[in-house]
């Protein structure tokens, strides 16, 4: 096939770099969010999209019942409505007011840990035995044996006389520290006799102390850029209220003026609110079972970015009493360098349902704890529980339990919430809504069963070949056995949503689909890291369709009702099994206090697919080749088309060459000879590494994460050729975009300009619309032109990022043999998944 037959369907690199960088209508959704949270003076105007307007009116009254007005005079200077009172203004040291325009005094010098260690091998060591390897203690002990004879022969040392001395160093690191503390509660003296066996035996209680782990939290530097300081109201140019950030919420608002309302004295004060998350976990390995509830703290001043940045953000305690800072407002160095007077605010709980029935004091019998409805009908729209309710409920029905528990679903009129003995904190308003994505497993699960257990052993086992031929994704897990392996974990059950519905898709009646993709849809959308007024609707629009098609079941007589299953790790193996809890708390404080060490980068190393990107600026996103090419190519253009077969290669390159120097492509009717000619050293790259803002994926302290796309004919002993999404126009979602497959990754120079390229073959959609009913998802199939693939060359700033294309099965059974290496090769469409994680949901719709 001629090069004139395979024109590059992209302008010049330099447009498509202005729509990743100046954040055309591709990178809109994004990009909004990159925006939320600045202010008209810090915000420039962005390509296409206008500024945020400088008004703004009023929150609209329905959704914002205790937030007042802001004067009309002000309307026009902000995007931002603050909390009038609790402001979080600036003090000194001791609380004294300073002005506003009074510098944060200077930090004192940060202590140097790596002084902690004799040697930078000592710290690179320990890192890598602890943290990396989690070696034994035991082969610690053998591993610096050997170290030291064969260090005797040269006079030196082993960097570890043993793995207590390693211990030692590691404890000795005290940036941040939080040490555990423990206290065992007593036995009562007279439990009477029909006391239950758990009211007979003392327990250890092992906590930090929150206020040291809160300050900890706000004298963090590495969250300055990520920090509100006060409740506030955004809207965008559009004068529309959004919701971001905790501080965005109307619970802020609407504590931050109870505090000034019952303590007029706290104006000025920064509310600090605490966010709380308990687990429960049991642990039986042999030895019987264990069980250990763990409570995590974080607080509602961190931005969503922060939070997903997993930089000590969110801390596990163990514990709850504060008994400062609730009431009175206590001094606290603040990540921006400033003290504040801050006052602590318990406001949200986050737990799974077994852990929300005992903090509520509801029975276990499908009650909700937040609201009023009966079990039978939790559609029902009924009042939300509160500590106030439920006082009358007991006082009015003390004499009759039965009641109590057969319509409120109250346990036990004697327990009462922790709640009940801090201020302003009702326990049925902080706990938060959970859902899980296993449930689609489970229902798929039921209702294959209705086909009769044969013909659903037939068809699962058909599903488990298709889940096991999924193409990779950067961090994606692989399913070699499909979803059948023994011990799951939360982390498997979201992989494993990612590629089911392809896998199922085949095999279910459509409404079912429809069901199971809608639910799919509404727990990505509402995990978005910025929500408006807009996103509401259309989350009932969702939550409408969900209960339209969910009617399938109960017609079906596959299901009457939904569960939500739960699940848990910890880092049991570590320990001894023997008084473990003790034992795993330190060896998680070891783990914190190595995590401030420098790690080598293992995107640069090549070990890691995907990961969090932590303090590059908020950039909307970058592909970047590999810091080390392969030497084992030929360096010349004609000769690497030979080498690897690519007889097009040379003249692709050579035409997008003459896109980028002219802006254009050539004319229809250019010959070769006209093309520049590339004599410059190619060097060939098995990786490239894309750099974007997805502040709802795991991320950095800036919301920025990165994943790395492979083309190498080696990848743990199998080819590997990664698809991406690249830039074609303006249009909105996966309109404006085209799917391809990255052959090579190489770069050359001309004129002393480095260009960055990939060749690729292209994909084509099958229509102007998402194609597949069931799904809803875009459906792709590998572009041909007179039966050859149609290929280019195209610059590394027209990639978006990589996409997972996942094969659209049908019934045909998988060749056993039949490796997931293969399947971008073997099947000829594919559904662009939506699902391989958020950022990838906003941007392909």
Same mark, same amino acid.
């Given at each position: 096939?001629?090069?004139?037959?395979?024109?590059?369907?992209?302008?010049?690199?330099?447009?498509?770099?202005?729509?990743?960088?100046?954040?055309?209508?591709?990178?809109?959704?994004?990009?909004?969010?990159?925006?939320?949270?600045?202010?008209?003076?810090?915000?420039?105007?962005?390509?296409?999209?206008?500024?945020?307007?400088?008004?703004?009116?009023?929150?609209?009254?329905?959704?914002?019942?205790?937030?007042?007005?802001?004067?009309?005079?002000?309307?026009?200077?902000?995007?931002?409505?603050?909390?009038?009172?609790?402001?979080?203004?600036?003090?000194?040291?001791?609380?004294?007011?300073?002005?506003?325009?009074?510098?944060?005094?200077?930090?004192?010098?940060?202590?140097?840990?790596?002084?902690?260690?004799?040697?930078?091998?000592?710290?690179?060591?320990?890192?890598?035995?602890?943290?990396?390897?989690?070696?034994?203690?035991?082969?610690?002990?053998?591993?610096?044996?050997?170290?030291?004879?064969?260090?005797?022969?040269?006079?030196?040392?082993?960097?570890?006389?043993?793995?207590?001395?390693?211990?030692?160093?590691?404890?000795?690191?005290?940036?941040?520290?939080?040490?555990?503390?423990?206290?065992?509660?007593?036995?009562?003296?007279?439990?009477?006799?029909?006391?239950?066996?758990?009211?007979?035996?003392?327990?250890?209680?092992?906590?930090?102390?929150?206020?040291?782990?809160?300050?900890?939290?706000?004298?963090?530097?590495?969250?300055?850029?990520?920090?509100?300081?006060?409740?506030?109201?955004?809207?965008?140019?559009?004068?529309?209220?959004?919701?971001?950030?905790?501080?965005?919420?109307?619970?802020?608002?609407?504590?931050?003026?109870?505090?000034?309302?019952?303590?007029?004295?706290?104006?000025?004060?920064?509310?600090?609110?605490?966010?709380?998350?308990?687990?429960?976990?049991?642990?039986?390995?042999?030895?019987?079972?264990?069980?250990?509830?763990?409570?995590?703290?974080?607080?509602?001043?961190?931005?969503?970015?922060?939070?997903?940045?997993?930089?000590?953000?969110?801390?596990?305690?163990?514990?709850?009493?504060?008994?400062?800072?609730?009431?009175?407002?206590?001094?606290?160095?603040?990540?921006?360098?400033?003290?504040?007077?801050?006052?602590?605010?318990?406001?949200?709980?986050?737990?799974?349902?077994?852990?929300?029935?005992?903090?509520?004091?509801?029975?276990?019998?499908?009650?909700?704890?937040?609201?009023?409805?009966?079990?039978?009908?939790?559609?029902?729209?009924?009042?939300?529980?509160?500590?106030?309710?439920?006082?009358? $409920?007991?006082?009015?029905?003390?004499?009759?339990?039965?009641?109590?528990?057969?319509?409120?679903?109250?346990?036990?009129?004697?327990?009462?919430?922790?709640?009940?003995?801090?201020?302003?904190?009702?326990?049925?308003?902080?706990?938060?809504?959970?859902?899980?994505?296993?449930?689609?497993?489970?229902?798929?699960?039921?209702?294959?069963?209705?086909?009769?257990?044969?013909?659903?052993?037939?068809?699962?086992?058909?599903?488990?070949?298709?889940?096991?031929?999924?193409?990779?994704?950067?961090?994606?897990?692989?399913?070699?056995?499909?979803?059948?392996?023994?011990?799951?974990?939360?982390?498997?059950?979201?992989?494993?949503?990612?590629?089911?519905?392809?896998?199922?898709?085949?095999?279910?009646?459509?409404?079912?689909?429809?069901?199971?993709?809608?639910?799919?849809?509404?727990?990505?959308?509402?995990?978005?890291?910025?929500?408006?007024?807009?996103?509401?609707?259309?989350?009932?629009?969702?939550?409408?369709?969900?209960?339209?098609?969910?009617?399938?079941?109960?017609?079906?007589?596959?299901?009457?009702?939904?569960?939500?299953?739960?699940?848990?790790?910890?880092?049991?193996?570590?320990?001894?099994?023997?008084?473990?809890?003790?034992?795993?708390?330190?060896?998680?404080?070891?783990?914190?206090?190595?995590?401030?060490?420098?790690?080598?980068?293992?995107?640069?190393?090549?070990?890691?697919?995907?990961?969090?990107?932590?303090?590059?600026?908020?950039?909307?996103?970058?592909?970047?080749?590999?810091?080390?090419?392969?030497?084992?190519?030929?360096?010349?253009?004609?000769?690497?088309?030979?080498?690897?077969?690519?007889?097009? $290669?040379?003249?692709?390159?050579?035409?997008? $060459?003459?896109?980028?120097?002219?802006?254009?492509?050539?004319?229809?009717?250019?010959?070769?000879?006209?093309?520049?000619?590339?004599?410059?050293?190619?060097?060939?790259?098995?990786?490239?590494?894309?750099?974007?803002?997805?502040?709802?994926?795991?991320?950095?302290?800036?919301?920025?994460?990165?994943?790395?796309?492979?083309?190498?004919?080696?990848?743990?002993?199998?080819?590997?050729?990664?698809?991406?999404?690249?830039?074609?126009?303006?249009?909105?979602?996966?309109?404006?975009?085209?799917?391809?497959?990255?052959?090579?990754?190489?770069?050359?120079?001309?004129?002393?300009?480095?260009?960055?390229?990939?060749?690729?073959?292209?994909?084509?959609?099958?229509?102007?619309?998402?194609?597949?009913?069931?799904?809803?998802?875009?459906?792709?199939?590998?572009?041909?032109?007179?039966?050859?693939?149609?290929?280019?060359?195209?610059?590394?700033?027209?990639?978006?990022?990589?996409?997972?294309?996942?094969?659209?099965?049908?019934?045909?059974?998988?060749?056993?043999?039949?490796?997931?290496?293969?399947?971008?090769?073997?099947?000829?469409?594919?559904?662009?998944?939506?699902?391989?994680?958020?950022?990838?949901?906003?941007?392909?719709?």
């Amino acid at each position: 096939m001629s090069t004139r037959q395979i024109p590059c369907p992209y302008q010049d690199s330099g447009c498509i770099r202005r729509f990743k960088r100046e954040g055309d209508l591709t990178w809109h959704v994004t990009m909004m969010h990159w925006k939320a949270g600045q202010s008209v003076a810090s915000t420039p105007t962005v390509g296409n999209l206008p500024s945020p307007s400088p008004g703004h009116s009023p929150p609209p009254n329905y959704l914002n019942q205790d937030i007042p007005p802001e004067p009309s005079n002000q309307r026009k200077r902000k995007t931002r409505n603050y909390h009038p009172f609790l402001t979080g203004e600036h003090c000194d040291a001791e609380g004294r007011p300073v002005t506003p325009d009074t510098p944060p005094p200077p930090r004192g010098p940060l202590p140097n840990v790596w002084n902690l260690f004799q040697t930078e091998v000592q710290l690179q060591l320990a890192d890598f035995l602890y943290c990396k390897v989690q070696m034994s203690q035991s082969d610690i002990d053998l591993l610096m044996e050997l170290w030291a004879l064969a260090a005797a022969q040269s006079e030196s040392s082993s960097p570890f006389s043993d793995h207590n001395h390693m211990f030692a160093e590691i404890d000795n690191i005290r940036v941040g520290d939080a040490p555990w503390q423990c206290f065992e509660t007593a036995v009562p003296d007279n439990p009477g006799p029909n006391a239950p066996e758990w009211l007979s035996r003392s327990y250890q209680v092992w906590f930090h102390d929150p206020n040291t782990v809160i300050r900890n939290i706000l004298d963090n530097p590495d969250f300055a850029q990520e920090f509100d300081t006060a409740p506030f109201v955004p809207l965008d140019s559009n004068d529309t209220r959004r919701w971001s950030n905790f501080m965005s919420g109307n619970l802020s608002w609407r504590h931050a003026t109870k505090i000034y309302e019952d303590d007029p004295s706290t104006e000025g004060s920064m509310l600090v609110p605490i966010i709380l998350g308990a687990d429960k976990t049991t642990v039986s390995v042999a030895t019987g079972n264990a069980e250990y509830h763990l409570l995590y703290l974080s607080i509602g001043n961190l931005r969503n970015s922060a939070q997903q940045g997993h930089r000590n953000g969110v801390i596990p305690i163990g514990f709850l009493a504060i008994p400062k800072g609730m009431t009175i407002p206590v001094i606290c160095h603040c990540p921006d360098g400033h003290f504040r007077r801050c006052i602590y605010d318990l406001a949200a709980f986050i737990a799974d349902y077994p852990e929300k029935v005992l903090l509520a004091g509801i029975s276990v019998s499908s009650w909700c704890p937040k609201c009023t409805s009966q079990p039978s009908n939790l559609d029902q729209i009924s009042p939300r529980r509160s500590c106030e309710h439920t006082a009358v $409920l007991i006082e009015q029905f003390s004499a009759d339990n039965d009641v109590l528990w057969n319509n409120y679903g109250i346990a036990n009129q004697n327990v009462q919430p922790f709640t009940a003995h801090f201020p302003r904190a009702d326990i049925h308003e902080m706990l938060s809504l959970t859902f899980s994505t296993k449930l689609l497993k489970e229902l798929s699960k039921t209702t294959l069963s209705s086909e009769g257990k044969t013909r659903a052993d037939e068809i699962m086992d058909d599903i488990d070949a298709q889940i096991a031929v999924t193409p990779p994704f950067p961090g994606l897990r692989q399913f070699p056995q499909g979803r059948r392996f023994k011990q799951w974990t939360g982390d498997d059950s979201k992989a494993l949503m990612k590629v089911y519905l392809s896998a199922i898709a085949d095999y279910m009646p459509e409404s079912i689909m429809k069901c199971l993709s809608t639910f799919m849809d509404f727990c990505y959308l509402v995990q978005r890291p910025t929500l408006d007024e807009t996103t509401f609707k259309e989350v009932q629009t969702l939550i409408d369709r969900y209960h339209h098609y969910r009617e399938a079941f109960h017609m079906s007589g596959v299901r009457e009702h939904f569960s939500l299953p739960r699940q848990h790790s910890k880092p049991w193996r570590r320990s001894n099994r023997y008084n473990a809890l003790s034992q795993m708390l330190l060896i998680n404080q070891r783990l914190d206090k190595l995590d401030v060490t420098p790690a080598l980068d293992p995107f640069d190393a090549g070990v890691e697919d995907m990961g969090a990107a932590g303090d590059e600026e908020s950039l909307l996103g970058e592909v970047k080749l590999a810091k080390t090419y392969e030497r084992s190519y030929p360096t010349d253009i004609s000769l690497l088309s030979r080498y690897l077969n690519q007889p097009n $290669l040379e003249s692709l390159a050579c035409f997008f $060459l003459y896109e980028q120097l002219n802006g254009e492509p050539p004319p229809p009717d250019y010959r070769n000879e006209d093309l520049p000619a590339i004599g410059s050293i190619v060097r060939v790259f098995h990786s490239a590494v894309a750099t974007f803002h997805a502040p709802s994926d795991i991320s950095g302290t800036h919301g920025m994460r990165r994943e790395r796309i492979q083309a190498t004919p080696q990848w743990y002993g199998y080819p590997r050729y990664d698809c991406v999404l690249s830039v074609e126009s303006e249009e909105k979602g996966f309109r404006g975009i085209n799917a391809a497959c990255i052959r090579l990754f190489f770069s050359f120079q001309y004129d002393n300009v480095e260009y960055q390229c990939a060749l690729v073959h292209w994909y084509k959609r099958h229509s102007r619309t998402p194609s597949d009913v069931k799904t809803g998802m875009w459906v792709v199939e590998p572009h041909y032109h007179n039966e050859e693939p149609f290929m280019a060359v195209i610059h590394l700033d027209t990639i978006l990022r990589g996409a997972h294309l996942l094969p659209v099965f049908g019934l045909t059974a998988i060749p056993k043999k039949l490796h997931f290496s293969q399947s971008l090769d073997v099947f000829t469409a594919f559904y662009v998944s939506k699902y391989a994680d958020h950022q990838m949901n906003e941007i392909i719709h």
